[in-house]
């Protein structure tokens, strides 16, 4: 079935560092993948999304490509801040749902 | 300007009682969800509604009762609590079923608590 792997956290930066969290998965077919954002306290936000082999989707200074040839979607931004820490979900689409992985949490400190 | 609301944002009860989360969304939307997000934050999903009716239902045990009066509304009824569903509780909605590109719009949670 259709599956979603992130990297473990927590993952601690300083800011301004480079952060990469990895995302790989295992689909039938040509899902759509997506990078969701946990907020403490809060619900889950679509930070950027991708549609098809290739595409990039940015979002504050967020990228992902979908890369169909290693089944990976790895978020990257090239200088964290502090407000940048949360949790990050990579998701699937799949038959009428969404399939997540284990969301990796961010720790950004000044 | 909610776009996807729940209530309550807190539930703390005993184990055995019954009780309600409800939701409700006021972008139009023809589909929700409900997930289930546990303690080491792992999400997944119970149930899903299009324009009320029900179109998934992932193996969850069936104290678990959603009721979808109107599209704009999904509540989740759930009979006899056990300590094993404390958990945080998000619904969700999205403007066409969820196996495509299109975005879901999550609400801020209930957090139930079992004791």
């Known amino acids: 079935g259709n599956s979603v792997t992130q990297m473990e956290g927590p993952v601690t930066l300083s800011e301004e560092a480079f952060l990469t969290i990895n995302c790989t998965y295992t689909?039938?077919?040509?899902?759509?993948l997506f990078w969701y954002v946990q907020y403490p306290g809060e619900g889950l936000q679509l930070l950027l999304k991708?549609?098809?082999?290739?595409d990039k989707g940015s979002n504050k200074g967020f990228e992902a490509t979908y890369r169909k040839e290693t089944t990976s979607f790895h978020l990257e931004k090239g200088s964290v801040q502090v407000s940048d820490s949360a949790v990050y979900f990579c998701?699937?689409?799949?038959?009428?749902?969404?399939?997540f992985g284990a969301g990796t949490r961010l720790a950004v400190h000044p | 300007d909610t776009a996807v609301s729940q209530t309550p944002k807190y539930l703390v009860t005993q184990m055995g009682n019954d009780k309600s989360i409800k939701c409700e969304q006021n972008l139009g939307h023809d589909t929700m969800y409900w997930y289930k997000q546990d303690s080491k934050k792992f999400l997944k999903i119970m149930f899903s509604?299009?324009?009320?009716?029900?179109?998934i239902n992932e193996t969850v045990p069936n104290r678990f009762s959603p009721k979808s009066p109107d599209k704009a509304h999904l509540n989740l009824h759930i009979n006899s609590l056990e300590l094993g569903d404390s958990a945080v509780y998000f619904c969700?909605?999205?403007?066409?079923?969820?196996?495509?590109?299109?975005?879901?719009?999550f609400g801020p949670g209930t957090r139930l608590t079992v004791t």
């Open positions: 991708a549609t098809k082999a290739d």
């Open positions: 998701a699937l689409s799949g038959y009428n749902k969404l399939i």
């Open positions: 509604y299009n324009n009320k009716e029900l179109i």
């Open positions: 689909a039938t077919g040509y899902p759509s």
């Open positions: 969700a909605s999205s403007q066409a079923r969820g196996g495509g590109s299109y975005e879901q719009y």
